[in-house]
């Protein structure tokens, strides 16, 4: 299985509402991480999680918070968000550097969860 | 840290060639290439680790010049699925933390037929 999953795929939610984004892989990567993509933008960092604990937080609001239950599963909650926070939101994986020693490892992406806030 | 792409954005024939250039200001370790469709996730094409290493993918290919913090991404004999856009994501050389990739704002090909 080289895939990571999404789930939703698309998401419409108020400012006052609580949702969660799901993202999975069975890779055995020991890496996960979130971004926020706006159109025609790259993709931007938000966390990063290495063996199941949280290793950078891009100064992120709280409205966003991360869980990473296990090694093939990272959530991210959303709550009070705003119209601004509509965005592509895309998780990845990869393996560490800290098994093989390199540095970094190619990252794949999910399909994203495409996300609006009235 | 974010590097600079160029060019923008290209418009190509089916069968030309392109270069995307990728640089950075800070000393790096590594640079990775992913393509990016409308409205697909970016996939991940090559990355390279050492200085002047030349790696390639079918009709894809790419270079690391440590010396210069430059990479250079070849599409030759373009085909109509290389439309899309074209991200480098750079990793620091010094004092960066494990899985932080910088992406420059990408650069969008586009190929007729």
């Known amino acids: 299985d080289t895939e990571v999953t999404q789930t939703p795929k698309h998401l419409v939610m108020g400012m006052t509402n609580k949702k969660s984004l799901k993202c999975e892989q069975h890779m055995g990567h020991r890496a996960m991480y979130w971004y926020k993509q706006k159109a025609k933008k790259p993709p931007e960092l938000m966390f990063v999680y290495s063996y199941e604990k949280l290793s950078i937080n891009e100064s992120v609001p709280s409205r966003f918070s991360p869980e990473c239950p296990n090694s093939s599963l990272l959530n991210l909650h959303l709550h009070a968000l705003q119209p601004e926070d509509s965005a592509l939101y895309l998780c990845?994986?990869?393996?560490?550097?800290?098994?093989?020693?390199?540095?970094?490892?190619?990252?794949?992406f999910g399909p994203g969860t495409r996300l609006t806030v009235l | 840290q974010q590097p600079v792409q160029s060019p923008q954005a290209v418009i190509l024939r089916e069968g030309e060639d392109a270069v995307i250039n990728c640089s950075s200001s800070?000393?790096?370790?590594?640079v990775h290439w992913y393509r990016q469709k409308h409205g697909e996730a970016p996939v991940f094409l090559m990355i390279l680790l050492k200085g002047g290493e030349q790696k390639g993918h079918e009709k894809i290919s790419a270079s690391f010049n440590e010396k210069k913090q430059q990479s250079s991404l070849y599409l030759t004999a373009s085909q109509l699925s290389y439309s899309g856009t074209y991200f480098c994501g750079t990793e620091p050389g010094r004092g960066s933390t494990l899985g932080r990739l910088y992406f420059g704002r990408g650069t969008q090909l586009t190929v007729w037929p």
């Open positions: 800070k000393a790096l370790y590594s």
């Open positions: 990845a994986s990869s393996q560490t550097g800290l098994a093989s020693g390199r540095r970094n490892h190619e990252q794949f």
